[in-house]
DNA sequence: GCCTTCGGAAGTCTTACCTCA
DNA sequence: ACTGAGGTAAGACTTCCGAAG
């Protein structure tokens, strides 16, 4: 670009050179200079050529010059096209009709060209000129109030990740109590559960035999409370331990007892609640894990609770972290 | 529907002007 | 002080496209 406007000046300035200084170059040789070595810079050949005429040497230089500016005008409507920048009045001028409308309708056109001096090509290309140096800036613009707006976000964006991170502690530590909590509860329930079924065993060891077999009876009839005694033992499990149980001489008296309180103690490691009031979905977890429902405030049901860690009061979080990554990014 | 004209948008070229080494 | 290189602003042009007659 610029190497081809560099040897354009030192092709001008070469035809300048075959002309003798004092005398006015032809005009026809002018003219004819675009077609031959550059196109689209045809008022630039005239603007080089008669760079030494008009009013002193330029033509808009005359437009800074109100005193005189009147003969130069009749010279300029006479002469053939020069480019030359607007002076400061004529682009002030311009400025504040573009300011008014952006837009050029045909008589708005003609009559600033009168105005002006200019031809109304002239003030057609400054406008479009005008115009896309106008978006350009609004484009920038609006670029910077966009990424202000963006580093805004950002910054709210951050301070509510470090928000999230500390509630997130929070949690996990509440939770920390209420599991252990939780243990201690059971592990005292257990205990408690455990000397009572063994006082009960021994009386029934204590009775003479039709007591016995009254007990029995009684016993029979409430197969529900004798199979919650035995927590989860299937039927013929049950029977076969009363058996054992009878048969004080069979080698699993003591073991069923202590695995039948064994079971009910595992079983009550699950926190005492009315599993009744507990949705189908709950239900479902809760047949997967004996973990207590309400340490998971929201089960997730592509997440696999059955073997929980150790400190399953951390349980999720890592799930809930890809969550929350995947709505950040 | 096709053709012509006109104006705007986008991209480009070219020169004027300024700064700096 | 002069000069050339490099960058930027601005005027002008080209091409393309859509609207209107």
């Not at 500390?166 to 257990?190: F, I, P, T």
Request: charge should be negative; glycine fraction near 6%; aromatic fraction near 10%.
């Amino acid at each position: 670009m610029a190497a081809s406007g560099s040897s354009f000046s030192n092709i001008t300035s070469f035809l300048r050179n075959q002309q003798p200084s004092s005398q006015p170059l032809d005009s026809s040789l002018f003219l004819s200079a675009p077609s031959i070595f550059v196109s689209g810079s045809r008022s630039m050949v005239s603007f080089e050529a008669e760079g030494g005429k008009g009013c002193n040497g330029s033509f808009f230089r005359a437009f800074d010059m109100d005193d005189n500016g009147d003969e130069c005008m009749d010279e300029y409507f006479h002469k053939p096209e020069k480019k030359r920048r607007l002076s400061m009045n004529q682009v002030q001028f311009l400025e504040k009709s573009f300011e008014e409308e952006n837009k050029l309708e045909p008589e708005r056109k003609t009559k600033l060209a009168k105005d002006l001096g200019l031809r109304p090509r002239q003030v057609a290309i400054w406008f479009q000129n005008r115009r896309a140096r106008w978006k350009t800036k609004t484009l920038e613009k609006d670029y910077e109030a966009l990424h202000a707006s963006f580093e805004n976000l950002k910054s709210n964006y951050d301070s509510l990740l470090k928000e999230k991170d500390n509630l997130k502690a929070e949690v996990a530590s509440l939770n920390e109590k209420v599991l252990a909590r939780g243990k201690q509860e059971g592990h005292m329930k257990q205990q408690a559960e455990s000397e009572e079924e063994t006082k009960r065993l021994l009386h029934l060891q204590e009775q003479e035999p039709p007591q016995r077999l009254l007990l029995e009876s009684v016993s029979e009839g409430e197969g529900s409370k004798v199979s919650s005694v035995v927590g989860g033992c299937k039927q013929e499990d049950i029977s076969s331990a009363r058996s054992d149980i009878l048969d004080s001489d069979s080698p699993h008296y003591t073991d069923g007892v202590n695995s039948a309180l064994l079971e009910h103690g595992d079983s009550s490691y699950v926190f005492e609640h009315d599993q009744s009031d507990m949705s189908q979905d709950e239900e479902d977890n809760l047949s997967k894990s004996l973990y207590p429902s309400y340490l998971f405030p929201k089960l997730e049901e592509d997440v696999d609770y059955s073997d929980p860690p150790e400190s399953s009061c951390n349980f999720g979080f890592s799930e809930e972290d890809h969550a929350l990554w995947t709505w950040a990014y």
